[in-house]
């Protein structure tokens, strides 16, 4: 067992030392550079440069143009106070570290009117998975994320909530009772934790916490789970990991 850990550590840091040996080359060559070039250059084969390349196009640290490659303005927020990151850029890895540990699609959210939207979103490998639609604007009573958010409301602006918005049903579960989900609300603000079980999605268990910034409510972290994966040890690990995150976030 020892020899597979210490293995597949090794590999680890290979793959490390190899995406820092990329970005130093491409950054060293005044001029863009084909894949080939900088596998040849740094030894590494084609179909590992291959996945490394495609990581730091994502991640904006490089930049692709047909064929090359040159770096990219990821590295210069890498010199940015941290005043020049946005609240996504700051959430990003976290929500990258929970999906990862939970292999769940995981969720930033922010408030936009009686809307949310996921500013940040990263979906889980599984077969059987729920991807959320990054940018596109959710109704606040139907998900997780949405009720801790509605639960930080202050009460005139929750009393306008209910006056200003038709709670639609998206599936036979969704709550459009307002005394129902104002319980629901109450229960939210009190453990800064909502969930939802198939109210925006068949099939679709999701869990939220509410991060505050100054005590300030400043967005939601979600967690959405196939039901059929979903159960009392998940839940539980599911809300603690939810509660570290979150407090790392507000910590930032």
Aim: hydrophobic share 40%; charged share 25%.
């Amino acid at each position: 067992m020892a020899e597979v850990i210490g293995g597949a550590q090794n590999s680890q840091v290979k793959s490390a030392t190899r995406t820092l040996d990329i970005i130093e080359y491409v950054v060293a060559h005044n001029r863009p550079l084909v894949a080939q070039e900088i596998a040849t250059a740094l030894g590494i084969p084609v179909s590992s440069l291959s996945y490394l390349l495609s990581t730091l196009v994502d991640r904006e640290y490089l930049v692709r143009d047909a064929r090359r490659y040159s770096a990219g303005p990821g590295l210069a927020r890498l010199q940015a106070s941290s005043e020049g990151f946005t609240l996504a850029d700051r959430a990003a890895p976290l929500v990258r570290t929970l999906r990862v540990q939970l292999d769940e699609t995981t969720s930033f959210f922010v408030r936009d009117g009686w809307e949310i939207e996921a500013i940040v979103t990263e979906s889980s490998e599984q077969a059987l998975r729920y991807s959320v639609p990054q940018g596109r604007r959710l109704p606040m009573h139907a998900l997780a994320a949405g009720k801790v958010l509605l639960a930080a409301l202050n009460p005139q602006d929750l009393d306008r909530y209910f006056s200003e918005v038709v709670l639609e049903p998206f599936t036979s579960e969704t709550v459009t009772d307002e005394a129902r989900l104002r319980d629901q609300l109450a229960e939210a603000r009190h453990t800064g934790f909502a969930m939802t079980d198939e109210e925006f999605s068949r099939g679709i268990v999701g869990i939220a916490r509410l991060v505050t910034m100054g005590g300030t409510p400043v967005g939601s972290l979600s967690v959405a789970v196939p039901k059929v994966r979903f159960d009392d040890d998940l839940h539980a690990r599911v809300a603690d990991l939810l509660e570290r995150t979150a407090s790392l976030l507000e910590d930032s």
